[in-house]
C-alpha cells in the first residue's frame, strides 16, 4: 500500500512538474471527449425531433388513394365511398378512428375582401386523424355532418386575413355559392408545407356539402388510425385488401403509412450517428497519439530518474504502473473535463431552442467517452510505460 501511495505521489508530482505540457497533453483528450458526447447527444436529439415531427403530422397513420390513369378516366364505382370508410371503422381489428376528405379550390368572400382557398370536406374524425389544433372555436360534430350544417373552420392564416380586426368565430363567409358561419379556426400541428389537403388558406366543412359542389360523394383520401405503431402494417394489409374486395379489379389504389419514413429517418439519424462518433474517435486517437509522444519525450528526460529508483529498489512493475498511471491522469483528467463541457453546453444553449426541442445528454455517451477517452490514453501510454520499465539501472545512470 506504502508503494502504491508513493507511486501516485510520483506520478502526480511529475505532471505538476510539467503542467503546462500536460495541460497541452490533456486538452486533446478534452477534446474528444467532448466531441463523442456532443455528437451522440445532437445526433439522437436530431432523430427524436425528426420523428416527432413526422408523427405529429398523424401517428399510426395509414392512407389510401385511388390510383388514376390519365388514358382511363375513373369510374364512380372505383372512387372511394363513405362505405368504404365505415368498412374500414367495423371490420378491421386494431383500427381507432377513421375519416376522409375530398378538396377542390374555390374562393371565399368576406365583406369585400375575396381570396382563393383549398375547399375541404372532411368527415368527424379528421381532427383525431390529423392532430389538428383549434386555437378558437371548435370542430365539426356528429351533427354538423348528419345534418349538413352551413358551418367551416378556417386556417389561422386565412383568419387574420380575412378578419384581422374582429373575432372570427359566428362570423358569415361566402364560399362559391354557399354562405357559411366560422365556428372554428385551427391549425396544423406540424407544417406539412402544402403536401396534404391542408393549405395556407384552407376552409374545412362538413363532407356530406361537397356532394353540392362536386355532384357525387366520393372520397379522394380515406385515413385509417391504427391502435399502436405495431399494428400499422397489418392495418395497410387489411385495407388494401378490403379495397380490393369491395371494388371492381380494374381499380387500383396505393394504400401508404409513414412506417418507410420514419424507418428512413432512423436508418439517416444511425448513419449520422457514426459518422460524428468515428470523428470523434478520430479526434480522441490524436490525441492518444499525442499522449504516446508526450510520454515517450518525458521517458527520455527522466531517464537517470529511473535508473536512481531501480538502484535503490523498485521493480520493473512498480515503474511500468507509475508511468501507466501518469498516461491514465491525463485522459481521465481530461475525459471527466470534456464531458463537463459537453454537458454544459446543451444546458447553455437550451433557452435559444425552439420550445418543443430538447437536448437531454443520453447516459451512454456520457459513459462511452469516458471509457474511450480512459482506454486511448492507458493504451498509448502502454508503449512508453514499458520502455521505461524495461531500462537498465546501469545505462540509466550513466545517462546524460
Same mark, same amino acid.
Given at each position: 500500500?506504502?508503494?502504491?501511495?508513493?507511486?501516485?505521489?510520483?506520478?502526480?508530482?511529475?505532471?505538476?512538474?510539467?503542467?503546462?505540457?500536460?495541460?497541452?497533453?490533456?486538452?486533446?483528450?478534452?477534446?474528444?471527449?467532448?466531441?463523442?458526447?456532443?455528437?451522440?447527444?445532437?445526433?439522437?436529439?436530431?432523430?427524436?425531433?425528426?420523428?416527432?415531427?413526422?408523427?405529429?403530422?398523424?401517428?399510426?397513420?395509414?392512407?389510401?388513394?385511388?390510383?388514376?390513369?390519365?388514358?382511363?378516366?375513373?369510374?364512380?364505382?372505383?372512387?372511394?365511398?363513405?362505405?368504404?370508410?365505415?368498412?374500414?371503422?367495423?371490420?378491421?381489428?386494431?383500427?381507432?378512428?377513421?375519416?376522409?376528405?375530398?378538396?377542390?379550390?374555390?374562393?371565399?368572400?368576406?365583406?369585400?375582401?375575396?381570396?382563393?382557398?383549398?375547399?375541404?370536406?372532411?368527415?368527424?374524425?379528421?381532427?383525431?386523424?390529423?392532430?389538428?389544433?383549434?386555437?378558437?372555436?371548435?370542430?365539426?360534430?356528429?351533427?354538423?355532418?348528419?345534418?349538413?350544417?352551413?358551418?367551416?373552420?378556417?386556417?389561422?392564416?386565412?383568419?387574420?386575413?380575412?378578419?384581422?380586426?374582429?373575432?372570427?368565430?359566428?362570423?358569415?363567409?361566402?364560399?362559391?355559392?354557399?354562405?357559411?358561419?366560422?365556428?372554428?379556426?385551427?391549425?396544423?400541428?406540424?407544417?406539412?408545407?402544402?403536401?396534404?389537403?391542408?393549405?395556407?388558406?384552407?376552409?374545412?366543412?362538413?363532407?356530406?356539402?361537397?356532394?353540392?359542389?362536386?355532384?357525387?360523394?366520393?372520397?379522394?383520401?380515406?385515413?385509417?388510425?391504427?391502435?399502436?405503431?405495431?399494428?400499422?402494417?397489418?392495418?395497410?394489409?387489411?385495407?388494401?385488401?378490403?379495397?380490393?374486395?369491395?371494388?371492381?379489379?380494374?381499380?387500383?389504389? &396505393? +394504400?401508404?403509412? $409513414?412506417?418507410?419514413? !420514419?424507418? @428512413?429517418? /432512423?436508418?439517416?439519424? %444511425?448513419?449520422? *450517428?457514426?459518422? =460524428?462518433?468515428?470523428?470523434?474517435?478520430?479526434?480522441?486517437?490524436?490525441?492518444?497519439?499525442?499522449?504516446?509522444?508526450?510520454?515517450?519525450?518525458?521517458?527520455?528526460?527522466?531517464?537517470?530518474?529511473?535508473?536512481?529508483?531501480?538502484?535503490?529498489?523498485?521493480?520493473?512493475?512498480?515503474?511500468?504502473?507509475?508511468?501507466?498511471?501518469?498516461?491514465?491522469?491525463?485522459?481521465?483528467?481530461?475525459?471527466?473535463?470534456?464531458?463537463?463541457?459537453?454537458?454544459?453546453?446543451?444546458?447553455?444553449?437550451?433557452?435559444?431552442?425552439?420550445?418543443?426541442?430538447?437536448?437531454?445528454?443520453?447516459?451512454?455517451?456520457?459513459?462511452?467517452?469516458?471509457?474511450?477517452?480512459? &482506454? +486511448?490514453?492507458? $493504451?498509448?501510454?502502454? !508503449?512508453? @510505460?514499458? /520502455?521505461?520499465?524495461? %531500462?537498465?539501472? *546501469?545505462?540509466? =545512470?550513466?545517462?546524460?
Amino acid at each position: 500500500m506504502m508503494l502504491r501511495n508513493e507511486t501516485w505521489m510520483v506520478a502526480l508530482e511529475a505532471l505538476w512538474a510539467n503542467k503546462i505540457r500536460a495541460f497541452l497533453t490533456t486538452l486533446g483528450v478534452i477534446i474528444g471527449s467532448a466531441c463523442i458526447v456532443l455528437v451522440v447527444t445532437v445526433a439522437q436529439s436530431g432523430r427524436r425531433y425528426v420523428i416527432a415531427q413526422i408523427e405529429a403530422v398523424g401517428s399510426n397513420l395509414v392512407y389510401a388513394r385511388l390510383d388514376t390513369d390519365p388514358n382511363r378516366p375513373a369510374m364512380l364505382q372505383d372512387e372511394l365511398s363513405l362505405e368504404d370508410m365505415n368498412s374500414a371503422k367495423d371490420a378491421i381489428p386494431g383500427v381507432v378512428a377513421v375519416a376522409g376528405t375530398r378538396d377542390m379550390p374555390s374562393s371565399v368572400v368576406a365583406g369585400s375582401v375575396e381570396r382563393n382557398v383549398n375547399l375541404v370536406g372532411v368527415t368527424e374524425g379528421f381532427q383525431q386523424i390529423r392532430n389538428l389544433l383549434i386555437p378558437s372555436g371548435r370542430f365539426l360534430d356528429a351533427e354538423d355532418i348528419s345534418s349538413r350544417s352551413r358551418v367551416c373552420l378556417i386556417t389561422s392564416q386565412l383568419s387574420k386575413l380575412m378578419f384581422p380586426v374582429s373575432d372570427p368565430i359566428g362570423q358569415s363567409l361566402r364560399v362559391g355559392e354557399f354562405s357559411f358561419t366560422v365556428i372554428g379556426v385551427f391549425k396544423e400541428r406540424v407544417e406539412t408545407f402544402g403536401q396534404s389537403e391542408i393549405r395556407d388558406y384552407s376552409v374545412l366543412i362538413p363532407f356530406p356539402l361537397m356532394k353540392y359542389y362536386l355532384g357525387d360523394p366520393s372520397m379522394d383520401v380515406l385515413y385509417v388510425q391504427a391502435a399502436s405503431s405495431e399494428g400499422v402494417i397489418p392495418v395497410t394489409n387489411q385495407l388494401e385488401a378490403l379495397l380490393r374486395n369491395r371494388h371492381p379489379t380494374r381499380a387500383r389504389y &396505393s +394504400v401508404m403509412n $409513414f412506417n418507410s419514413i !420514419l424507418n @428512413a429517418a /432512423r436508418q439517416i439519424a %444511425l448513419a449520422l *450517428t457514426i459518422v =460524428l462518433v468515428l470523428i470523434g474517435f478520430i479526434a480522441l486517437l490524436v490525441s492518444g497519439i499525442g499522449i504516446m509522444n508526450i510520454m515517450l519525450v518525458t521517458v527520455r528526460e527522466r531517464t537517470r530518474e529511473i535508473g536512481i529508483r531501480k538502484a535503490i529498489g523498485a521493480r520493473r512493475s512498480e515503474i511500468l504502473y507509475q508511468f501507466l498511471l501518469e498516461a491514465f491522469l491525463i485522459s481521465g483528467f481530461g475525459s471527466v473535463t470534456g464531458i463537463l463541457i459537453a454537458v454544459l453546453i446543451p444546458v447553455l444553449v437550451q433557452p435559444l431552442l425552439p420550445g418543443n426541442l430538447r437536448v437531454p445528454v443520453p447516459w451512454q455517451s456520457v459513459v462511452l467517452s469516458f471509457i474511450v477517452s480512459c &482506454s +486511448v490514453g492507458v $493504451f498509448f501510454g502502454y !508503449l512508453p @510505460a514499458d /520502455r521505461a520499465a524495461k %531500462l537498465q539501472p *546501469t545505462e540509466s =545512470l550513466r545517462y546524460e
